[in-house]
């Protein structure tokens, strides 16, 4: 699902969290922040090496089933190796304990253990040394980082050239065997990546002028090579980025764990630094030498960091990203309702595409498979043939006489050919099959990962399979709708990119009386518009709710 994509990392494959934002009056507001999260990592890691984590377990569908921790394990123990034909995951095994620091471009190693039997520096340690290069004036540096926004191929060769030489090798070593990766950003994205008013709930304004869709980008991409899309890491599981407006959150590389795993540890994260206060109290930079990473770096790859600078300006100019919060009710009334938020919301997301499109689409839902051994996902796909008769009652109506409307010259006469009594049944209907197909994938009987592994056995094999070249196959599997439920306790929220060109991606956030959406696609597709795409997911949301409310009385 993910080794063999060639397309770069950000926005194709990495999503992007965004944490509420926070006040920083210095810089030793962000030195203490950053510190406080490494010292909750390195904490983290601790129990992971005891095998100390807690096992969960569902809590529906056969509650009290255990859930496979795997993909907590692998957070700060793996690194995503680019390749010519396909990348690799390769678990980390360091002999020192580091993280990498990004500022300005540069790149520093920070030991969170100066030496092996010293004692693991104190959160006012950590805090010093952060201080410390946030102090530390940088001149021009090289954007090395910037190579890991590549094509996957294109970084493997990059990647090649700079290990031929010894001090890049050790760089290299350092960054793949960190445990994650800071990156202490120093320009907020400028207005243009706001998104304009749009339906009824549109994004929030915080922090000085920035909105949540203009925050969602600086996690998303960095902004582009003008900006601190420089200023990253892409291969690295975890990269927490924090910003001195505040605006903070991480993105995350997707290859090793799905969103529920990296959303649990960031909430409690955010928990353990809900006592930090803006402090008028500076902190002494640190005295120690720190390590920045110097490289040489040949003519060669002065013009691949110009191409791929390139590339992801391209990349972020194209991106049409919104964040949406519906404000008309959220999921308190869906389960007033006796309807699962999840299911609604499906159903919302294809009643609004059938709106604009007069159709259903190939629908990607993540359905989580961790009451399995190693389990990941499988997919739910919402777009049934009871969905489909359900949004057709929703959205048909038929012109009843051909003569106009004589209050509305222009207008001619309709009415829906469907009672509300039948476009309720029709929506139970839908109801029932979403949750059906919802329940057999995280039960283990999806069909999805079952056909990859086939396909998959076929190419090893040097089998022929007519299925896996058969035109519906390949429409099956043209997601022009990726969506998953990415639910948080905090204010925060979670989006990604379109899984095709003339897709979107559509993340959802229930809360109780609103709704987060994170709605993607790309502006270089002449039918998908982020903003559109909204304005149809509100009027559908609306039209549900009226729907059901007939129901009540």
Known sequence: MYYNIPLCLPVNVSPG?????????????????????VTLAAHHKDKVERKALPVERATSR?????????????????YRVPGLQQDSLIS?????????????????????????????????????QFAHILSSPVGRVAPVGILSSQRRDHWAESRDILRRDDRNRQNLDLIENCMLVICLDQKPLPNKFNRKP????????????????????????????????????FDKTIQLVICPDGVNGL????????????????????????????????????????????????????KHMRDASQSIDNLVEDLDFYVYRYNGYGKDFIKSCSVSPDVYIQLALQ???????????????????????????????????????????????EDTTGTPDPLHPNKRVTFSIY???????????????QTDIMVANILGQGIDIHLL??????????????????????????????????????????????????????SYNPKPSQIIFCLSAFHSSEITKASRFAHSLEESLNAMQLLLLQRIK
Request: proline fraction near 5%; charge should be negative.
């Open 351 to 397: 009643l609004a595409y059938h709106k604009l499109y007069g159709r259903l689409t190939a629908t990607y839902e993540s359905a989580s498979t961790r009451r399995f051994l190693l389990g990941r996902v499988d997919c739910i796909r919402s777009a049934t043939t009871a969905a489909l008769q359900w949004v057709s009652a929703m959205n048909q109506s």
């Open 419 to 433: 009672t509300d009594a039948e476009k309720l049944k029709l929506f139970d209907e839908a109801v029932k099959c």
């Open 198 to 233: 749009g339906p009824r709930g549109a994004d929030g304004h915080r922090g000085e002028g920035r909105d949540e869709t203009n925050m969602a980008h600086q996690m998303l991409h960095g902004g582009g090579s003008a900006f601190n899309s420089g200023n990253r890491w």
């Open 453 to 506: 592994g086939l396909r998959e056995q076929v190419k090893e094999m040097g089998l022929g399979l007519e299925l896996f070249s058969d035109e519906a196959y390949k429409i099956a599997n043209h997601f022009a709708l990726s969506t998953s439920q990415v639910a948080t306790q905090s204010d925060s929220f979670m989006g990604y990119g379109p899984v095709v060109p003339d897709g979107y991606g559509a």
């Open 17 to 37: 969290m965004v944490f509420p934002p926070r006040v920083f009056r210095s810089n030793s507001d962000i030195a203490r922040y950053a510190a406080r999260l």
């Open 92 to 128: 980390t095994n360091p002999t020192t304990e580091h993280i990498i620091v990004a500022c300005s471009n540069q790149l520093y190693a920070v030991f969170l253990r100066p030496n092996s039997s010293s004692e693991r520096l104190s959160e006012d340690d950590l805090a010093s």
């Open 62 to 78: 056969e509650k009290g089933q255990p859930l496979c921790m795997s993909q907590y394990y692998r957070l700060f123990s793996s």
């Open 251 to 302: 993105c995350y590389e997707h290859s090793p764990s799905e969103g529920v795993a990296v959303i649990q540890l960031m909430e409690e994260f955010l928990e353990n630094c809900r006592d930090l206060e803006p402090s008028t109290s500076s902190i002494p930079p640190s005295s120690n030498a720190l390590q920045p990473l110097q490289w040489n770096i040949p003519p060669v790859l002065e």
